[in-house]
């Protein structure tokens, strides 16, 4: 297989490329796009290019730690030192070049002592020299760093890698960019999910959300509640285990990657019923025989979520929780007899429900030392519950208006209308990604400040072991750009060779991805 396509790379750098397909001329052989060379994705912020290369023997070659150091830089340089060799054997090599010095040392120059922990406003800017230099202040940026100087490496038929002369100076557009896997619809390995983080770093992604429960399953397995996924999960080894959680965070940060949980709540919650039925709603009249969203009226059921979440908040060290809060419907709630006698009791109405809800869990999540986010409609239907400062809206839906009135109010914002990646259309459907701006909305420049990022949801309903990487490779990639790279740079056209190449990056690294481009070699 090596030789097959060894024998095509060698092909696509000889072929020029011409397609004329609407003037029903001929097609010549060769892919339909002809990938770049060395390019970075995502586009860096500012780079220097020259047409003068180098080159680095993979079996030749050492990183060195010029300046600070720590556990997760050492790490690193294992991991990229692999990412290295395995490129050196790559299936996608480029013909030899003859004119070049040899590279046989990278610099890397971590200025100041290492954080543990990614966080919201981690610093991930960094500076890259073509011939062998790595520089950053956090070590977040020296990750980031380290991924685009091994995407300067190209494999070539002489068995060395080629790179370019150039300089680098790189941060991210927004601080947010994020994935967000549903893991309740359809179980995910956590196999898969360390390879979807994997995948996440080559594209420089910095937050998994994992949106880890939903009416149809509950897999992790609590040890204060073991019968939420003993009773809750499709099958109990279709579950995850602390251990797995733990493994899960731990690969994440070592990438800087933050992990943001999600137990969505008080809807999306019929598989807790299936051994808590005393913490539901039973409708009642139209709905009779259902079972509502959490009650809000007992006080068994915060004391219950108290209970859950402390365990919960000994997993994720991260700052934030994703509180859920999407699309409940309150029309179970005022079917209960208890809960209207309750309202009586109290001189309270319908109207107060989500608001007994909201005002109790949130401040009980904020006292566990918890910054939230919630999905919109948390927000934009409770216009009245003041929310804890630091708190961020997940945008889905009617983003313009959602995006106006949110940071007219003064509340960040992350963009996920149009980045579901579960809806898929055949072709380069990532271009439709790619075009999605967050930004793109009547609003005033202090409103845009609130705009802190995005997120690509991964929605399981079509999703599961088989086609997780593939429906999300790399289809992200072209949202990860969008949320990195200078606007003003930002073209479909541009970004389409660079994005042939990256596509063949990720392979070549184990990552199950999909064609980006049509015909082609991967
Ligand atoms: C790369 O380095 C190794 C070890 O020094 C050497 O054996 C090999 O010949 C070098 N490869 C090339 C292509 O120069
Ligand atoms: C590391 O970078 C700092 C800041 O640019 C510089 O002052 C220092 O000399 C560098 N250290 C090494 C060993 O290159
Ligand atoms: C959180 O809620 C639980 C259960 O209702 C309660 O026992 C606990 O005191 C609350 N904690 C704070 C700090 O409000
Ligand atoms: C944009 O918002 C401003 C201020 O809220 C408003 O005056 C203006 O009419 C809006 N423009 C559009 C095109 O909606
Ligand atoms: C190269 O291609 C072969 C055959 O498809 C595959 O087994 C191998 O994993 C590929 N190697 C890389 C580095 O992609």
């Not at 630091?390 to 963009?415: C, E, N, P, R, S």
Request: charged content about 20%.
């Amino acid at each position: 297989m090596r030789n097959f396509y060894s024998i095509f790379s060698f092909l696509i750098f000889i072929t020029e490329f011409k397609i004329s397909q609407s003037d029903g001329g001929y097609l010549t052989f060769g892919p339909q796009f002809r990938a770049t060379v060395g390019e970075v994705w995502p586009k860096p912020y500012r780079q220097v290019k020259s047409d003068k290369f180098y080159a680095v023997n993979s079996s030749d070659f050492q990183f060195v730690a010029v300046n600070k150091n720590c556990a997760l830089l050492r790490a690193a340089l294992t991991r990229y030192s692999k990412i290295i060799a395995a490129t050196a054997n790559g299936n996608f090599s480029t013909p030899a070049t003859t004119n070049f010095a040899i590279i046989r040392k990278f610099r890397v120059n971590l200025t100041q002592s290492c954080e543990s922990l990614p966080h919201l406003d981690m610093d991930e800017s960094y500076y890259v020299r073509g011939d062998g230099v790595v520089r950053a202040d956090s070590i977040w940026g020296i990750l980031r760093g380290l991924e685009t100087f091994v995407q300067l490496l190209v494999p070539m038929s002489n068995g060395l890698l080629l790179t370019r002369r150039t300089e680098i100076y790189d941060q991210p557009r927004f601080k947010y960019r994020g994935l967000m896997l549903d893991s309740a619809r359809h179980f995910v390995s956590k196999a898969k999910i360390l390879q979807l983080i994997e995948g996440m770093a080559y594209n420089k992604l910095n937050v998994f959300h994992w949106h880890m429960t939903d009416d149809s399953a509950f897999p992790y397995v609590s040890s204060v509640f073991p019968e939420l996924s003993a009773k809750g999960a499709y099958r109990p080894e279709l579950t995850y285990s602390k251990a797995d959680v733990l493994e899960v965070v731990k690969f994440a940060r070592m990438r800087g990657v933050r992990v943001v949980p999600e137990f969505d709540t008080p809807a999306h919650t019929a598989s807790w019923g299936a051994s808590h039925p005393e913490i539901m709603t039973k409708c009642a009249g139209k709905f009779e025989g259902q079972i509502g969203p959490l009650n809000p009226t007992k006080e068994s059921t915060f004391d219950f979520l108290y209970k859950l979440f402390s365990e919960i908040k000994t997993l994720f060290p991260d700052k934030y929780l994703h509180l859920g809060v999407d699309e409940v419907d309150s029309a179970c709630w005022e079917s209960n007899a208890d809960i209207q006698d309750y309202l009586k009791a109290h001189g309270l109405d319908n109207g107060d429900l989500p608001y007994r809800y909201l005002e109790r869990y949130s401040a009980n999540i904020s006292a566990m030392g918890w910054l939230q986010m919630v999905w919109q409609e948390a927000m934009i239907e409770n216009s009245y519950m003041e929310w804890p400062k630091g708190t961020i809206a997940q945008v889905w839906f009617d983003y313009k208006k959602t995006m106006a009135t949110l940071t007219k109010k003064g509340h960040d914002v992350i963009m996920s209308d149009g980045w579901y990646l579960y809806v898929l259309d055949t072709g380069a459907d990532w271009e439709k990604l790619y075009n999605v701006e967050p930004t793109d909305f009547n609003g005033s420049k202090a409103q845009m400040a609130h705009v802190i990022g995005g997120e690509a949801c991964l929605w399981s309903e079509w999703i599961n072991e088989h086609n997780v990487l593939s429906t999300t490779f790399p289809r992200v990639s072209a949202i990860a750009e969008r949320l990195w790279s200078p606007v003003e740079e930002l073209s479909v056209d541009e970004a389409r060779l660079r994005l042939e190449e990256h596509n063949c990056r990720l392979m070549a690294r184990g990552i199950e991805a999909r064609p980006a481009n049509g015909f082609g070699l991967c």
